[in-house]
């Protein structure tokens, strides 16, 4: 057994139809894949019809699943209104929203214009609370039971300096995720948020760090299990998240990050840079003292 396989059994998510906001790429095409392999239909929706595209019938061939590739904006309500209602007219039912779409720029507070603040704030924030809206009037409405689960990162209660909209934005979206899980489970709508460490995608690293940065900060050196983390690690925690075997879980944000955050935040963690002879020295004045 290895985490670069799937956990789950093979129909797991069967006769669920699933979406997946920005699953033409990155860990949501990878969360979306599994999810085909686990039984489900998929709906896919980002921007980028051609992407979507593209990643619709790759995904179609690998698994003979059935992948439905839906462009949108998610700042823009009406264009999500229209992608929940074509998706529903297609499959009749959408059981599980994936909320992955998000923008993000590394750059120091004060060099950010405004408008580009804004930007991250309304695809990660607005962009999910568009979706969510949406989704969760329209489960109501028809009595539908359904399960959110939203991607956040660790930084949403640490903070973090040069993110900053984007810390703020998925602070945001961790906040709606637990007020929902308690608001609205009694209409049978659970919400779950994965807060991700370091794994690698296009979107995260090579636009975000280019060129020597991401060598120059290298993440797996932030990590204590010494690795970035596998997309199978992810897809198989999104897959259960979603299913039915979760139904206990709801109002959780899952942390999968090979202990990076709490690497940063305990005091005393940075000691290992301490070489043993120095360790050995410092127990020999002890006994001294002693
Ligand atoms: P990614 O490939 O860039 O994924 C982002 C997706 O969001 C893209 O498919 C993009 O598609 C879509 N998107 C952007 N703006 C949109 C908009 N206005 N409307 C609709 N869709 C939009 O990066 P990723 O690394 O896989 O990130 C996926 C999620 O994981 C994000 O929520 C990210 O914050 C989170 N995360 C990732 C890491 C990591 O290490 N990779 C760590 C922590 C958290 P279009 O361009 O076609 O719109």
Same mark, same amino acid.
């Given at each position: 057994?290895?985490?670069?396989?799937?956990?789950?059994?093979?129909?797991?998510?069967?006769?669920?139809?699933?979406?997946?906001?920005?699953?033409?790429?990155?860990?949501?095409?990878?969360?979306?894949?599994?999810?085909?392999?686990?039984?489900?239909?998929?709906?896919?929706?980002?921007?980028?019809?051609?992407? #979507?595209?593209?990643?619709?019938?790759?995904?179609?061939?690998?698994?003979? *699943?059935?992948?439905?590739?839906?462009?949108?904006?998610?700042?823009?309500?009406?264009?999500?209104?229209?992608?929940?209602?074509?998706?529903?007219?297609?499959? *009749?039912?959408?059981?599980?929203?994936?909320?992955?779409?998000?923008?993000?720029?590394?750059?120091?507070?004060?060099?950010?214009?405004?408008?580009?603040?804004?930007?991250?704030?309304?695809?990660? #924030?607005?962009?999910?609370?568009?979706?969510?809206?949406?989704?969760? %009037?329209?489960?109501?409405?028809?009595?539908?039971?359904?399960?959110?689960?939203?991607?956040?990162?660790?930084?949403?209660?640490?903070?973090?300096?040069?993110?900053?909209?984007?810390?703020?934005?998925?602070?945001?979206?961790?906040?709606?995720?637990?007020?929902?899980?308690?608001?609205?489970?009694?209409?049978?709508?659970?919400?779950?948020?994965?807060?991700?460490?370091?794994?690698?995608?296009?979107?995260?690293?090579?636009?975000?760090?280019?060129?020597?940065?991401? %060598?120059?900060?290298?993440?797996?050196?932030?990590?204590?299990?010494?690795?970035?983390?596998?997309?199978?690690?992810?897809?198989?925690?999104?897959?259960?998240?979603?299913?039915?075997?979760?139904?206990?879980?709801?109002?959780?944000?899952?942390?999968?990050?090979? *202990?990076?955050?709490?690497?940063?935040?305990?005091?005393?963690?940075?000691?290992?840079?301490?070489?043993?002879?120095?360790?050995?020295?410092?127990?020999?004045?002890?006994?001294?003292?002693?």
């Amino acid at each position: 057994m290895s985490y670069k396989e799937g956990m789950l059994r093979e129909d797991a998510l069967k006769g669920k139809t699933i979406l997946v906001t920005g699953g033409g790429t990155g860990l949501g095409k990878s969360m979306g894949l599994y999810f085909l392999k686990l039984g489900a239909n998929l709906v896919i929706t980002s921007r980028k019809l051609d992407v #979507l595209g593209a990643t619709a019938k790759e995904m179609e061939s690998e698994t003979g *699943g059935k992948v439905l590739a839906l462009s949108c904006d998610v700042r823009e309500i009406e264009q999500v209104e229209k992608m929940w209602a074509d998706a529903l007219a297609h499959y *009749g039912k959408i059981d599980v929203v994936l909320n992955n779409a998000a923008g993000n720029f590394i750059s120091p507070t004060e060099r950010l214009s405004t408008n580009a603040f804004n930007t991250v704030l309304d695809i990660v #924030l607005k962009g999910t609370s568009n979706v969510t809206l949406t989704a969760g %009037k329209s489960w109501i409405q028809s009595k539908q039971a359904g399960t959110f689960l939203n991607i956040v990162t660790t930084y949403a209660w640490t903070g973090s300096g040069y993110v900053v909209p984007s810390a703020a934005a998925k602070a945001g979206v961790l906040a709606m995720t637990r007020s929902l899980a308690v608001e609205w489970a009694k209409y049978k709508i659970r919400s779950n948020a994965i807060a991700p460490g370091p794994f690698p995608t296009e979107g995260a690293w090579s636009r975000l760090l280019p060129g020597d940065l991401v %060598k120059k900060f290298d993440p797996a050196k932030k990590v204590p299990v010494g690795r970035v983390g596998d997309h199978q690690e992810l897809a198989n925690l999104a897959a259960y998240l979603v299913s039915d075997f979760s139904a206990y879980v709801n109002g959780e944000v899952i942390t999968i990050d090979g *202990g990076e955050w709490l690497m940063g935040a305990g005091e005393f963690n940075n000691l290992d840079m301490i070489p043993q002879e120095m360790w050995d020295m410092m127990e020999a004045s002890r006994g001294k003292k002693g």
